[in-house]
Every structure is written in C-alpha cells, then in structure tokens.
C-alpha cells in the first residue's frame, strides 16, 4: 500500500555529482522521518543521511560536506545530493521510511563511480 520509488542512480566519474530521489506513495499521514542506507557488496547496509519530521538532518562521517539530504513535502519526496563523489561511494542506495510500527524501504538505485 504505501511504497517508496527510487531514481537518479548511474554511472559518475569521482568527482562528478548525481542526485537520488525518493519518492513515497500510499496511506501517509504526516511529515515522516526519511533516510538514506547504501550498502556495497558484502558490506553491511549502513547508514548515509537522516532527515527528520523537523527537517533537522545527520550525516554519516564518510560523506559529510559532500552529501545533502532535503525533503519537499508537497511532492512526498527526499533527495540526496551526493557532490565530489568517490569510489568507495559505489553502492546501492535504498531510502528508508519509519511508518508506525512498520517500515518501508525503496526498491534500491545503483550508484557507480568510476576511479
């Protein structure tokens, strides 16, 4: 009933920029927390950036000053700008959406960058 689609993954050379979307859809009643996960093969699903009902925003140490994570209400969608991106960014990225006792997670955009 209530999913949430990914967009704006590829291919990027280090340094270059992308910009991931997340968009929800379905049963939501208010102004959710959001977040954004990547995981790299046979790597733990870690956390990337938090923003909350508030709009307040964290990020993980690895990405700090290079990645954004903003929110537009109306659309029901988070984005994540990821600017002077490197290779150990590569990874799929899935958003990540706390619902009640449930949760939702995107079906996960491949992000690339090339060395």
């Known amino acids: 009933q209530v999913q949430l689609v990914e967009s704006g993954g590829g291919l990027v050379q280090a340094g270059g920029s992308l910009r991931l979307s997340c968009t929800a859809s379905?049963?939501?009643?208010?102004?959710?927390?959001m977040r954004w996960y990547c995981q790299a093969p046979g790597k733990q699903r870690e956390l990337v950036a938090t923003?909350?009902?508030?709009?307040?925003?964290n990020y993980g140490d690895s990405v700090k000053g290079r990645f954004t994570i903003s929110r537009d209400n109306a659309k029901n969608t988070v984005y994540l700008q990821m600017n002077n991106l490197k290779p150990e960014d590569t990874a799929v990225y899935y958003c990540?959406?706390?619902?009640?006792?449930?949760?939702?997670w995107g079906q996960g955009t491949q992000v690339t960058v090339s060395s």
């Open positions: 379905g049963i939501i009643f208010s102004i959710r927390t």
């Open positions: 923003i909350t009902s508030g709009g307040s925003t």
């Open positions: 990540y959406m706390p619902l009640g006792v449930n949760e939702y």
